[in-house]
């Protein structure tokens, strides 16, 4: 990969005026956990249903004419995928993306049906995906537009921050002093980070696909081992962060978190049941480190909604401190010599929703009957796109 200049808060304000000007902002609703607010990003309600459309965005209206001529490759599990594809149609831009073979049927139908066409690698095979689409670019002389390490892709999924302080400030609240985001590659991550440099923001990673967790507690770049088990959070099974991504993380980001499969599916009931949200797996992970981390210190300051996750955040028990330090595998929750805000509220974002944590982030709790049968009432929901596995996982 080229290498590339590092992205920067003046592009991210120069994206969100071009995606201010193509969406409508996405709902930021309150959400009360274990009696603490946490603001929900509910990107789940972008045309493609993901984040990810930001970023594309910006990146393919930043191509030459003469760019623009030879078409782009993208490399994505689903929702980068569908982001490049909207885009490329909408720009009349050839649009060729690179996808694995155990991607989810209803996201490759999706980008297909979007005009792009797929070239499928072999993701459990160990294949190269990066270097499937070098060869593809090399024949069609056409522009990369990687998910995640990539400038232009960086700074428009920043823009999703600078559109949630604002709403923040619509509802009276505070900018946010804490975020939590759903973490692959760290192209949201280091959005967020660079948008909001006041604030502390918290990857989240599902269970054995913690790399930039464990590149953040290394302080270099590490890769997911060999025998990494299966994930129902196909959006964030990425096999490790890239340079330009890292650069930012290991400055903004003191640690990272994890959570298994069974928080993840709690956090996609708790959504559907409060704010009527049907999210996928991976836009679910960061709302359910906000709900673990909210349960964990329910008896802190109220609005302070990951306390548990910060590393200066006070007395805490002795069963709490062995989950923060670990023992004899990787933390779930990790800490880091570097000192960061512990005052204030979250916000959770993922592909469907993103947590962000105001001081005076003030609002009612959203509350609706749960359904008996969650699993049976999302294949009703025809308008929102989920995988299959996201819903065969959080049935009971």
Request: net charge positive; with cysteine.
């Amino acid at each position: 990969m080229t290498t590339q200049h590092a992205p920067t808060r003046a592009g991210i304000s120069a994206a969100m005026e071009k995606i201010a000007a193509l969406l409508p902002p996405t709902p930021l609703l309150p959400l009360d956990v274990a009696g603490q607010t946490v603001w929900c990003k509910a990107e789940s309600l972008q045309p493609v249903g993901a984040f990810k459309i930001r970023g594309a965005w910006h990146r393919l209206t930043a191509l030459s004419e003469t760019e623009r001529a030879a078409g782009v490759v993208g490399v994505s599990s689903g929702n980068h995928a569908q982001g490049v594809a909207w885009a490329a149609r909408r720009l009349g831009i050839r649009a060729t993306i690179v996808m694995p073979n155990d991607a989810p049927a209803i996201k490759l139908a999706a980008t297909r049906e979007l005009g792009a066409q797929v070239v499928l690698y072999d993701r459990p095979g160990g294949e190269d995906r990066d270097a499937v689409a070098a060869k593809l670019c090399a024949e069609q002389g056409a522009t990369l537009v990687h998910a995640f390490a990539d400038r232009h892709v960086i700074e428009g999924q920043g823009t999703l921050a600078l559109e949630a302080i604002a709403q923040l400030a619509r509802a009276g609240a505070d900018a946010p002093t804490r975020i939590i985001a759903p973490c692959g590659g760290g192209g949201l991550t280091a959005g967020l980070a660079l948008a909001c440099p006041e604030a502390e923001v918290i990857p989240v990673e599902p269970e054995g696909w913690d790399d930039v967790r464990a590149s953040l507690a290394a302080g270099e770049i590490r890769k997911v081992g060999p025998g990494a088990p299966p994930t129902a959070c196909d959006a964030l099974q990425t096999p490790g962060t890239y340079p330009i991504n890292f650069a930012v993380l290991k400055e903004r980001c003191g640690h990272g978190l994890v959570v298994t499969p069974a928080e993840v599916r709690a956090a996609q009931r708790l959504a559907f049941a409060r704010l009527h949200l049907v999210i996928e797996p991976g836009g679910a992970a960061a709302l359910a480190a906000a709900r673990v981390a909210a349960s964990a210190s329910g008896a802190s300051a109220r609005n302070t909604a990951s306390s548990a996750s910060a590393s200066s955040t006070g007395k805490r028990s002795t069963r709490q401190r062995e989950r923060i330090v670990g023992n004899s595998r990787p933390s779930r929750w990790v800490t880091s010599r570097k000192k960061v805000p512990t005052g204030g509220s979250s916000r959770l974002f993922s592909s469907a929703l993103t947590a962000f944590f105001s001081r005076s982030s003030a609002g009612s709790m959203i509350t609706t009957r749960r359904s008996p049968s969650v699993g049976r009432v999302v294949r009703r929901c025809c308008s929102v796109r989920i995988s299959s596995i996201g819903i065969e996982r959080l049935r009971r």
